[in-house]
């Protein structure tokens, strides 16, 4: 059983993955997540490549 809410990757979502805010006229795209603005996006691809280097570390440990 999942109980972690996830933006379904072939639907639209509804509203940004990293504030929650409502799109606006553009959309940014990263990873497949809709994000509202640049600095969301900068925000995204700084949490994915801490998770890499969190996984590394597990790897190598
Ligand atoms: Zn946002």
Redo the contacts with the bound molecule.
Sequence with gaps: MRNIPQYPWNCEAKR?A????KFGLVRYYCWRTA???K??ALRFKTRQEGDRRWLRQLHAA
């Design positions: 940004c990293i504030c929650d805010g994000l509202c603005s600095k969301c």
